[in-house]
């Protein structure tokens, strides 16, 4: 378990938490493998009814470490994407638990296509979600070309997923993604508060609902690939290479 994953057990709810506030909470390989396990490990034990996913220091994530993508895409090894978030991305499609999303701050990346896996998102008001990834030359990813024409239609979709708009707390309220917008530093407060209204009701009943309201695992994980299989090879195009090195030339000034 890496010491940026802070995973707790309390009142049958486990929190898992990203933490690495020096970099905005951005996530490394050992990262996403470290909640996978955590997600995966939850399935088993009958103790854990609902999870919740966080962020630390007032923000959620500001997504996938920019040096991983550079350094995949430059090497000589044919998996062109660091694997590890697909087995992440993997483990949240599979979980089988109520997941209650408490997005404080930015939500940039992957950052936000976790939340399209979650059952229940609590954002503050100075959450920003937003999909950069043709901004780098690359494709949606986590099956959210599937999942978000379904949640917000096909012009939300387009403006968040190709156009890489910036969605506030509010506006992803009013598209339908967002249950609940709160105060800043409230979002943990109000998720736990939800997780233990989940927690109160039939375990059973609850899993075969959401089993209902989901669509099929198979077509989720069957887009994933796909979506994964234009990812890595837009991650070796020039344009995405290029988009890398700028992010860091801008970073630099």
Not at 178 to 204: F, S, Y
Not at 209 to 220: A, N, Q
């Amino acid at each position: 378990m890496t010491g940026h994953i802070i995973v707790t057990d309390e009142d049958s709810t486990r929190t898992i938490t990203m933490r690495r506030p020096e970099k905005k909470n951005t996530l490394t390989q050992a990262m996403y493998l470290a909640m996978s396990d955590a997600i995966d490990t939850a399935q088993s034990n009958p103790a854990i009814r609902c999870l919740v996913l966080t962020g630390s220091s007032g923000v959620f994530t500001a997504g996938n470490d920019i040096s991983d993508f550079l350094q995949a895409a430059t090497s000589k090894d044919d998996g062109a994407r660091p694997r590890n978030a697909v087995i992440f991305l993997q483990s949240l499609v599979n979980n089988k638990k109520p997941i209650v999303a408490a997005v404080d701050g930015i939500a940039i990346g992957i950052g936000t296509t976790m939340v399209f896996h979650c059952d229940y998102v609590i954002a503050s008001t100075t959450t920003t979600f937003q999909s950069p990834f043709i901004q780098f030359g690359l494709a949606p990813e986590g099956a959210s070309s599937l999942l978000v024409p379904r949640m917000v239609g096909h012009q939300r979709a387009f403006s968040m997923l190709v156009m890489g708009r910036p969605v506030s707390a509010q506006d992803a309220h009013d598209a339908g993604f967002v249950n609940t917008v709160v105060p800043p530093g409230h979002a943990i407060v109000e998720a736990r508060k939800v997780a233990r209204e989940i927690c109160a009701l039939p375990a059973d009943a609850v899993a075969i609902s959401r089993t209902l309201l989901k669509l099929p695992t198979e077509d989720i994980v069957r887009r994933i690939g796909q979506e994964d299989h234009f990812f890595g090879e837009r991650m070796r195009s020039p344009e995405a290479i290029a988009a890398f090195q700028n992010f860091f030339l801008r970073k630099r000034k």
